[in-house]
């Protein structure tokens, strides 16, 4: 078969390298450690790769993945990566091409398994405090007797919640965690974890707000993401028409109509509809009836737009999550495959 012409993407999406590490070095400034930035799930959708080679130009020194398949294919053997689901033994191979690498180990048999696989390779151990989640019981830390641990974990359930009693009795458990591992460092602090006061102990974790979400009440940082759509077809529409699935919108003066190529399959939820923001040429599009699968519709009456223009999504991920009762985190990871990412 003859070679396929290159097409360009569909959609955009365009990520403020600037905001992502400004939001990282102001998470290690408020923590007053060393930051672990995490880069799963394809660095949070923005792409792992490019987070990863900008925010080690900004100084991080270590990156938290969550699988063994997510540390291969960012293809940084020079760089420590922590491995937050552990190890098994069929992820021998990959751990022994990434030699730097370290499993954060969450059970007996995982540390039984990595010392069998790898004897005297350092790891890293999670240790149950009391989100039920990953981790060891504090009574099972012995289990990591003869490997070398270099950090010592546990993970926050309500940090985002202030005033939450389960992070203080949590903070408790984790310092007498730290002193019965005392040739270890020690991180429990997430990005709402940050600013909790004695969190930090050697380093921090920090995820959400590196890319732009509020972890916490009114932490500030700055938006990365801003997706990109563009107009496939501008349609006039008569006073009484509808416009979409189920007929929710109805043009109550002549209207001329922008269907988009976007929708739920790239990350848009249907039940955003109501709360998306778009905007083109300086001007605000309200939406028009339901989001579709790969298609929404705005008003774009009494504009100059054209077939082939861009429009943008106001993506600030506190105010849509509020609104909408998303999650931040969903808002992010759920941006799909179709978006070329532009660093900007």
Known sequence: MADLPTVPAPLRLRLDGEALVGNFRGCEARAGVPAIPAVKADGYGLGAREVVR????????????????????????????????????????????????????????????????????PADLMVETGMNRLGVQPAEISAADGIPV??????????????????????????????????????????????????SFSAVRPGLSLYGGEAFPAAQVRRVVTPE??????????????????????????????VLNIGYADGIARRLGPYLKLHAGGRALPLAGR??????????????????????????????????????????????????????
């Open 291 to 344: 989001v579709s699968m790969d298609m929404l519709a705005a008003d774009a009456t009494g504009t100059e737009l054209s077939e082939g223009d861009w429009v943008q999504l106001d993506w600030d991920l506190p105010q849509l999550s509020a609104a909408s009762g998303c999650s931040q985190y969903e808002l992010l990871v759920r941006l799909g495959d179709r978006f070329e990412r532009i660093w900007i």
């Open 54 to 121: 900008r925010l080690h130009g900004a100084g991080a020194k270590a990156f938290a993945v969550a699988t063994w398949a997510e540390a291969v294919a960012l293809g940084r053997a020079d760089l420590p990566l922590l491995v937050l689901h552990g190890f098994t033994p069929d992820c021998a191979a990959a751990a022994a091409a990434l030699p730097l690498a370290r499993p954060v180990l969450n059970t007996v048999a995982q540390c039984a398994a990595w010392k069998a696989a790898f004897p005297g390779r």
């Open 150 to 199: 270099q950090i010592v974990h546990s993970h926050f359930a309500c940090a985002d919640e202030p005033g939450n009693p389960l992070t203080e009795r949590q903070i408790a458990r984790f310092r007498e965690v730290a002193a019965a591992t005392p040739g270890a460092a020690h991180a429990i602090a997430n990005s709402a974890g940050i600013h909790w006061p004695g969190t």
């Open 229 to 258: 759509a563009r107009i496939i077809q501008l349609r006039d529409v008569a006073v009484g028409e509808a416009v979409g699935y189920g007929a929710t919108w109805v043009a109550e003066r002549p209207s001329r109509i922008a």
